[in-house]
């Protein structure tokens, strides 16, 4: 059963600290999207890419967020400095678009908690 | 640019009661319409989606929508529904074209009570 993966599940860091959110898209998926869940703002799009490069990344604090995918089977999403205000529960999707017109479905990884103290 | 509304953030039913999820949505141009299920403390899981054809969509569990492009809404019906559908529900739509991001509504929180 294919699935995406996040690392950590968890994160509690200091005010500061560098944090690296991993993602594992599934095998044969073209497209990753990173979105974070927050009570206020609820699900809001922060990148994605496709076939690696970056297509969208409007959603992203620039001076602090960042996001790659070195390689077709890992995504990373890092911040740095982190600041209180983003804690949030961070997804990593992925999807294989078809061709103009025709998209698949996204599927969710189980999310990365934050907690920026 | 896209915008999804759902009209209630909590709905409370009994157990084996029938249960309807308004979602509405805005666009510009053409979208995909989805719903999503978010158990506690886990990702979330696609319920059913609408990309073309029929209007009426069955998904997992039981459930269904049916697409309303004169309403522009897209909401979502379960006849009767268990403990374990307990659980929040989010509304999202992509363009059809471009850019492929969800755009999801705020979330209603599904209480399923005995």
């Known amino acids: 059963d294919a699935r995406v993966t996040q690392t950590p599940r968890h994160k509690v860091t200091e005010m500061g600290q560098e944090v690296t959110m991993r993602c594992q898209p599934i095998?044969?998926?073209?497209?990753v999207f990173w979105y974070r869940q927050t009570m206020m703002q609820g699900l809001e799009l922060l990148a994605y890419?496709?076939?690696?490069?970056?297509?969208?990344d409007s959603g992203m604090p620039k001076d602090r967020f960042s996001a790659e995918m070195p390689d077709a089977t890992l995504a990373t999403l890092k911040i740095q400095p982190s600041e209180p205000r983003d804690s949030a529960v961070y997804f990593c999707?992925?999807?294989?678009?078809?061709?103009?017109?025709?998209?698949?479905?996204?599927?969710f990884g189980p999310g990365t908690r934050l907690t920026v103290l | 640019a896209q915008s999804v509304t759902q009209l209630d953030s909590q709905v409370p039913v009994f157990e084996e009661a029938p249960v309807e999820l308004r979602c509405n949505y805005s666009s510009s141009v053409s979208v995909y319409l989805f719903w999503y299920v978010q158990y506690p403390n886990q990702g979330l899981q696609l319920l059913l989606k609408?990309?073309?054809?029929?209007?009426l969509v069955k998904g997992i569990n039981g459930f269904e929508a049916e697409f309303n492009k004169s309403q522009t809404s897209f909401h979502l019906r379960k006849p009767s529904v268990h403990i374990s559908d307990t659980a929040e529900y989010f509304c999202?739509?992509?363009?059809?074209?471009?850019?492929?991001?969800?755009?999801f509504g705020s979330g209603t929180r599904l209480q399923v009570q005995p």
């Open positions: 890419f496709r076939n690696r490069a970056p297509l969208d």
């Open positions: 095998l044969g998926h073209n497209t």
């Open positions: 609408y990309l073309s054809g029929s209007t």
């Open positions: 999202a739509v992509s363009e059809r074209t471009g850019r492929r991001a969800l755009t």
């Open positions: 999707a992925s999807g294989l678009v078809l061709r103009q017109g025709l998209t698949d479905t996204q599927y």
